[in-house]
Antibody
């Protein structure tokens, strides 16, 4: 059974670094058929793709946030980590990790709400 | 970036209605398009992938069509469980982009 679960701080202060972890199960992060993306959704707003990590460890980032984002994975721990520097209240959102296969983004985590406030 | 424009933003319909949501891309791409259903406080759920393929376990009243720049999600007979917000997403090229969402409300 494929599952993804996000974890991280509930509250972060402006200018701090936000680090989110996605724990996956039911598949391996070194499977050539899969990758993992991060997507966020501000309260009441639409979805926004942030970053993706491929099985070969190649990475892709949203141009609007590139420079602030770092995505990485630890195969042995079955974890994908997203770091975001210099957070701002506009970064308040629910953050999701998503498994992607050759065919589609198919499994989503439940999401974790992060509030940026002093 | 490929911009995805969904219409309508809100749709009022009754149980049993046929419902159509459209998604228009700012540039032509292949069939790497997904449709999701999202309910309040929940993660999006994949309904359709590669424009017209029904995800396992999704009721057959949902269907997708289109290619190039114009894509459609159709619900053939709206059920009470279908009142939700729907999003399209292109995953043809990075950055992946989503439509702004269509909220299907009870009429």
């Amino acid at each position: 059974q494929v599952t993804l679960k996000e974890s991280g701080p509930v509250l972060v202060k402006p200018t701090e670094i936000l680090t989110l972890t996605c724990n996956v199960s039911g598949f391996s992060l070194d499977d050539a058929r899969v990758g993992v993306s991060w997507v966020r959704q501000p309260p009441g707003k639409a979805l926004e793709w942030l970053a993706h990590i491929f099985w070969k460890d190649e990475k892709s980032y949203s141009p609007s946030l590139e420079g602030r984002l770092t995505i990485s994975k630890d195969i042995s721990k079955s974890q994908v980590v997203l770091s975001m520097t210099n957070v701002d209240p506009v970064d308040t959102a629910t953050y999701y990790c998503v498994r992607t296969t050759h065919d589609s983004p198919d499994f989503w985590g439940q999401g974790t709400l992060v509030t940026v406030s002093s | 970036d490929i911009q995805m424009t969904q219409s309508p933003s809100t749709l009022s319909a009754s149980v049993g209605d046929r419902v159509t949501i459209t998604c228009r891309a700012s540039q032509h791409f292949g069939s790497w398009l997904a449709w999701y259903q999202q309910k309040p406080g929940k993660a999006p759920k994949l309904l359709i992938y590669k424009a017209s393929n029904l995800e396992n376990g999704v009721p057959s009243r949902f269907s997708g069509s289109g290619s190039g720049t114009d894509f459609t999600l159709t619900i053939s007979s709206l059920q009470p469980d279908d009142f939700a917000t729907y999003y399209c997403q292109q995953y043809d090229s990075y950055p992946w982009t989503f439509g702004q969402g269509t909220k299907v409300e009870i009429k």
